[in-house]
Every structure is written in structure tokens, then in C-alpha cells.
């Protein structure tokens, strides 16, 4: 592989001493850029996933305007439940929605594991392509679901509240949701490896949905899943496990073989720091709303959670994906804050 020109990002991942902290966004390619909007406006979600050219297009977006220091590859965590035969639409002004739940021994029992290449390779072709079009300047990121997170798609049917379906599932019928959760890890480890291999220099886990569970179910229904992807990966990549809402695994997390742990902005960067030892590079954790914020106040809240956080051993990021409804200029000052950090 070449030799990335910008690799702050990774160093940040090594741990390695840095001139300032990297940055990028989750959910960078999103509906508050409007060239993102133009191609949503053409061709509809699954289309721009499948499609190469549209998928590394809407991922290289927000670095031509924003030149942040990673890029993360247009895609969805769902595509997971697809390739495992599960049905999956998304719908306008309301998310995705899945019409066939899995909530049934029988209908675990009937989910195969399929050929990576055959059921994802678009997503291989997409990876080859965008890694051209970056040309080596910054890294690119791969991610998927935690296997909890994609369950409670699968059983709820769609977003919710409270999951409680999923939960129910897990707690009525345990054999039948751990079966399940292992097929959807042991397919994410083997879509993973491939990503890596396709050229993404790091991947992101997803567990978005975490924070649902108990502290000690957490550790049963989600962590222990998402640690089998780390030891898989770990010797493939850098991998970055983000719960959201997860803050009181922190500790537990940061004992495993992950690069970077991410965090919401419910915790503080020194909680956050003291719950994992200082042992681990984080990544976060700017409430999205706080965009909302005038420019100079977004660029004092940035340097002041540097300040926090510190330099090293730390990715400026959000603490969840960025929101539809941010002006440009907004988002503007939360990149141009970490650039001007010194
Ligand atoms: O971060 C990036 O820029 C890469 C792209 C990305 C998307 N989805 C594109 C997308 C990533 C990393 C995801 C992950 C994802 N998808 C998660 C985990 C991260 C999180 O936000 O918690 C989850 C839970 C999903 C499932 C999903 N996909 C939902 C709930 C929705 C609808 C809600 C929404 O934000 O609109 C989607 C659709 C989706 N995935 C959109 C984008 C840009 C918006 C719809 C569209 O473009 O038509």
C-alpha cells in the first residue's frame, strides 16, 4: 500500500506525538451539503450504495469542500441485513424500514451467511474507486453495524425509541438472538477483512444502539460481539468501536485490542480519559446540535475540548453523525477550529 500524504489520522490511531489532532465528521456525506442533495435528488438511497461512481463521488464531497484529514466511505450499516437475504427499504421523511422482522427460532435458522464478493462486492468496487480519486492524500474509513445495533433493525422492523422489540427478542428468546448475533458478526468480519483488503485504511463500528441495553447486558448482547471484530480485524487494520451512549463500558473497551474507542458528548473528554486509563486514543465528542452555534463560539468550544481531550491520543470528531439542518459555514469553523489549533 502507498504511503498516505496527510496521515495524521492514523498516527492519532498509533498514538504517535502530532502537530494537532485529526478531524473528520460522522456522517460527513450528508443532506446538509447540497451536492449531496442534488445526486439524493436523482437516485434513490440504495442506488447511490450500489452504484461505484455515485457511492466514491458522495465520499470524496465534504473533502473537496472541507478537507478534512479522513474520508469514511458512503454506504450504510444495513447493507448487512441485505446481503443476509433480510429485506431493506428507505423510506423518505421516515428512515429505513425493514417489511419482514426476524423474531422467530425458525427465521434465524433460515438467515444464511452469503459470499461476500457476490452480495457485496459493489461495495469492494466502491472502495477501488474512491481510493483513486483520493489519491493517496488522506485515509479512508470503512465501517458496519455492531451486530446488536443491525439486530434491532432486524427485529424491530425500523428506528424506535426505545427498542424495546429487540430487547424483547433477546430476553425471551436468548438462544435464538445470540444465533443471530453471531451470524451477523461472523458475515461482518468477513465484509470487513474484504473492505480492508479493497484499500480502507481503518474501520468504524457502529454500535449506535448500545446504549439501550444495561450495563450488564450491554456485555452480553453487544460488547462481547463487537470484540470478536476487533481481535478479527486487528491485524488487518485499526479499528474504532463507537457506542453511542456506551460510556459506561469505556473502561471494559479500552482493556481490548481496539485503536480508538469513540464517545458521545453526554461524558466528559476527562471522564472519558479516566475510564479508559488514558490507555486508548479517543474520538469525539461535539454535541452535533453545538453546530448549531455562531462560528466563533463553535471555534472556542473546539479548542477549548482539545484543550480537554488533549492533542494526542485523540480524533476530533462529533459525538454522533452531523445533522441535516447545519449551515455550511457552520461546519466550516469545526474544521477550520482544529486546523488552527497550535
Ligand atoms: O458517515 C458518512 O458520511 C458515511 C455514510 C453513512 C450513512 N449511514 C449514510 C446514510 C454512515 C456511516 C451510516 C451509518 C448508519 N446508518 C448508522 C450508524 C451511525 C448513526 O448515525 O448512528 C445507522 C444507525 C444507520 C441506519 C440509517 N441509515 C438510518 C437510521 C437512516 C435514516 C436516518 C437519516 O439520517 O436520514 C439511514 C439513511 C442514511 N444513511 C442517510 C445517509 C446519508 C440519509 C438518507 C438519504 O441520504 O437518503
Excluded at 444495513?78 to 423510506?91: D, F, N, R, S
Excluded at 427465521?107 to 489519491?135: C, F, H, R, W
Excluded at 428468546?173 to 484499500?199: F, W
Aim: aromatic share 10%.
Amino acid at each position: 500500500m502507498n504511503k498516505i500524504k496527510n496521515d495524521l489520522f492514523l498516527r492519532a490511531l498509533k498514538q504517535e506525538v502530532v502537530p494537532r489532532p485529526p478531524v473528520w465528521m460522522m456522517r460527513q456525506a450528508g443532506r446538509y451539503l447540497p451536492e449531496f442533495r442534488a445526486l439524493r435528488d436523482k437516485y434513490d438511497f440504495f442506488t447511490r450504495c450500489q452504484t461505484p461512481e455515485l457511492a466514491a463521488e458522495i465520499t470524496v464531497q465534504p473533502i473537496r469542500r472541507y478537507g478534512m484529514d479522513a474520508a469514511i466511505l458512503f454506504s450504510d450499516i444495513l447493507v448487512i441485513p441485505q446481503a443476509l437475504g433480510i429485506e431493506v427499504q428507505m423510506k423518505k421523511d421516515f428512515g429505513p424500514y425493514l417489511p419482514h422482522t426476524i423474531r422467530s427460532q425458525k427465521e434465524v435458522d433460515a438467515i444464511q451467511i452469503p459470499d461476500v464478493y457476490e452480495s457485496l462486492g459493489y461495495v469492494m468496487d466502491a472502495i477501488k474507486l474512491t481510493k483513486e480519486m483520493l489519491n493517496d492524500e488522506i485515509p479512508l474509513i470503512g465501517f458496519a453495524g455492531s451486530p446488536w445495533t443491525i439486530l434491532c433493525y432486524c427485529v424491530e422492523g425500523r428506528g424506535s425509541k426505545s427498542f424495546d422489540k429487540a430487547k424483547e427478542f433477546c430476553f425471551t428468546q436468548p438462544e435464538a438472538a445470540h444465533e443471530m448475533l453471531q451470524k451477523i458478526t461472523d458475515l461482518t468480519i468477513l465484509y470487513l477483512i474484504e473492505k480492508v483488503k479493497s484499500g480502507v485504511n481503518a474501520v468504524q463500528v457502529f454500535d449506535s444502539w448500545g446504549g439501550m441495553l444495561s450495563p450488564s447486558d450491554y456485555q452480553v448482547f453487544s460488547w462481547q460481539y463487537i470484540n470478536q471484530i476487533v481481535e478479527a480485524l486487528k491485524d488487518y487494520a485499526p479499528v474504532i468501536a463507537f457506542g453511542k451512549g456506551c460510556w459506561f463500558a469505556l473502561e471494559t473497551m479500552a482493556q481490548s485490542n481496539v485503536s480508538a474507542l469513540g464517545v458521545d458528548w453526554t461524558i466528559t473528554p476527562e471522564l472519558a480519559r479516566k475510564f479508559t486509563h488514558h490507555k486508548v486514543t479517543l474520538q469525539g465528542n461535539f454535541d452535533p446540535s453545538r453546530l448549531l452555534s455562531p462560528p466563533a463560539e463553535i471555534k472556542r468550544l473546539v479548542h477549548q475540548m482539545i484543550d480537554q481531550f488533549g492533542k494526542d491520543k485523540y480524533i476530533v470528531n462529533l459525538g454522533h453523525g452531523i445533522l441535516p439542518n447545519i449551515p455550511l459555514e457552520n461546519a466550516q469553523a469545526f474544521i477550520d477550529a482544529v486546523k488552527e489549533y497550535a
